[in-house]
């Protein structure tokens, strides 16, 4: 199978990077250096440009002479009541979406603080924040220096800002720099297109990377088969906490999560505008899911709900994320799903059951309301019910080459294939390389021993989430090993290739990693190939046909029992008012949505007035309606359509 010849490999590679048409991108020879946008020294007094953060009355931003970097002023934030409280810098008024952006600045308390420089963007209502840089401790000026930040179109009140403690913060030397672009290596073969005949070649995102054009080269190029969200199509993403408390409000039934693809929405786009097939993950997991989802009227401190609630949660859940899914993005090709992650321990048994934050990563409200694992069977039944046609389900996990969890793995799957709602083994392959290869855990052999044993179960195989790690502070011998290691672990895959439909690298470069600090990954910070990329290429040939990704025919949605009767078609009477105002309210809301539901599920205990019957029908009008409608109206809301189909 492998040959050595290098020189051709590589001769073959840069034929074929010509022939998928990723013609090597051009930068302007003056974006080497960073470009600076925004620089403050407040040496002119003009605060201007930042806001107070936290909204409370007494904070004041002025410029002060009490300290300072460079000249003798700085931004002074005064009266702070909370923590949260500091100067704000707002970006997405200022900048340009998809464009990577430093920032540094200077930092000091009036007397010993711990700072941190944090980042806050609202996307489909709901704000979100995240600490950028957390260990600013002291009573001296610290430094954040180039943090990287970027957003996407989606997102609006972007801010960077500074907070913590409640002392007097100052703020000098804010600059802003617009990373600039490096050319990726266009002479290495492309993963894909040397391996994508065998099986898939993908890799994971978060949206922040769609604005590093390197990144995005260096997907282009090795990657271009499959994309996984790193984080935005889980739980904790996807529900809609205020969504699902308000349609309880309405309507007395809290078995039907409301969901929204905001977070996701950036990937998803690049996915249909680039026709790159995707993974979903993930549908049922421990992690990354809010308790709340497990609690009677999504309240907090809610009583556990029971186990038939929660099947009626878990059925509504995975139905409205496909429907939703395939109607948003019909020509996307969604060709996998996790749909249970990490559901048994190493020795074989379900987690401990409790709160996901109680004590330990390990325990799972699934457990906790099911008493046991027995939530696994209806998650594929369902999923399987209302995935659409050609999207494979998977069970995924870690040290899933263990033989305890390797074992309870392959009963459930069994089991689960007999009934025909499970297609393959997800083996997330988080590895660790360590100081050699004898030290690696697992070993290429165990590693293998579980390929034969899954491949066996006569399922297909995915690796989903494959990464590498080094010993922290890596030296050149870590790297070696970590070539090795990645050599052994890809010809073992190889060697399984009939079995195997995936394998996605779980991040590009080693820096965007969730391990960074063991840098797991084929390509460096500066986007080049590591010598692990190099190992497993080398002596590989190149196929004289280059996969290409068949672009998406839209398939009728998988055909499912309606869950709730369409009413009889009937013709407005009256003239409407506003569209999608059916509780005659005089706006458009979830509550309308809500209402119409109620309407079909029971029309003799919620009928619609006739006005409302004539606003409502918003899809067909005249047709009558049906659920369309409500969920045209849910998306009008959650920001995923525009405008409502009757009125575009
Ligand atoms: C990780 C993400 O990469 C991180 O950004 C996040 O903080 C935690 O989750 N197994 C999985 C993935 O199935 O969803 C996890 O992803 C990594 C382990």
Known sequence: MRKSHITKVMAMALAASLAVGTAPAVYAADTAEPKVVYSFDFEDGDVSAFTNRGGDDTTELSASKDAAVSGETA????????????????????????????????IKGRYYTGAMMSFQYTVDGETKYSNLV?????SDWMSVERVKVSFTEDMEGVYVYFEGGSDDLFIDDFVVEEVPAVEIEQDIPGLAAMFGNDFKVGTALVPGNLSSRSTMDLVE????????????????????????????????????????????????????NNNVP????????HSQTPDWFFKENYADDGEWVSKEKMLLRMENYIKVFFETLTELYPTVDFYACDVVNEAWLEDGKPRQPGEQGSGGSAKSAWVQVFGDNSFIEPAFTYARKYAPEGCKLYYNDYNEYMDGKMNAIIDMAKDLKEKGVIDGIG????????????????????????????????LDIQVTE????TPENPKDADFAVQAAYYEGIWDAIYAHKDNISAVILWGVTDDQSWRAKQYPLLFDAEYKAKECFKSIVDGYEMPEVIPTNPPVIPTEPATTEPTTKPVEPTTPVVEVTLYGDANGDDVVSIADAAAILQAIGNADKYELSEQGKANADVCNPGGGLTAADAIAIQKLDAKLIDSLPVTE
Request: with cysteine.
């Open 278 to 285: 995707m993974r979903i993950h993930t549908l049922v997991w």
């Open 466 to 469: 494959l990464d590498v790690t």
């Open 134 to 138: 957390q260990n600013l401790n002291g």
């Open 427 to 458: 083996m997330q392959s988080h590895l660790d390389a360590r100081q050699s290869l004898d030290a690696a855990f697992p070993s290429v052999a165990m590693y293998n021993n579980a390929l034969n044993k899954y491949s066996e179960l006569g």
């Open 75 to 106: 931004l002074l934030a005064s009266g702070r009541s909370e923590s949260w409280n500091g100067p704000a810098f707002r970006l997405d008024d200022k900048l340009e979406p998809y464009t990577e952006y430093y920032i540094s600045a200077k």
């Open 221 to 272: 190029k090795h990657f271009y088969q499959s994309l996984t969200a790193g984080n935005e199509m889980k739980p904790d993403s996807v529900l809609n906490k205020a969504a699902c408390q308000a349609y309880v409000e309405e309507t007395g039934d809290d078995t039907v999560p409301q969901i929204s693809f905001g977070a996701a929405k950036p990937l998803l786009n690049y996915c249909r």
